[in-house]
């Protein structure tokens, strides 16, 4: 059993950053990827970023391609967003996810998730 706890999410000014954290129980969290989704308001969630088991692979929508980050420390059982140049559009709720196969493609395809953490960018 994997439990997820997302926090970092606030309001800031378009042009900010802000860095996400996905702190994770469970000793099996470094084998497990890792998908970053958010869902604005009246929209479905959207996929936004993942990593593997390691952070060696990853993959961006290209919505926030060249502006997110995604890392991990398996040391402390936590993947991080690092979110810069942020814009009005990417006002969500974020939710990290984790599954063991390292196979997931959607959202549905995730075993675990945490409760969301609000990120507001303000014009």
């Known amino acids: 059993q994997v439990q997820l706890v997302e926090s970092g999410g606030g309001l800031v000014q378009a042009g900010g950053s802000l860095r996400l954290s996905c702190a994770a129980s469970g000793r099996t969290f470094s084998t497990y990827a890792v998908g970053w989704f958010r869902q604005a308001p009246g929209k479905e969630r959207e996929f936004v970023s993942r990593?593997?088991?390691?952070?060696?692979?990853?993959r961006y929508a290209d919505s926030v391609k060249g502006r997110f980050t995604i890392s991990r420390d398996n040391a402390k059982n936590t993947v991080y967003l690092q979110m810069n140049n942020l814009k009005p559009e990417d006002t969500a709720v974020y939710y990290c996810?984790?599954?063991?196969?390292?196979?997931?493609?959607?959202?549905?395809?995730?075993?675990?998730w945490g409760q969301g953490t609000q990120v507001t960018v303000s014009s």
């Open positions: 996810a984790a599954e063991p196969r390292g196979t997931a493609e959607l959202a549905r395809e995730y075993n675990y």
């Open positions: 990593c593997n088991w390691s952070g060696s692979n990853t």
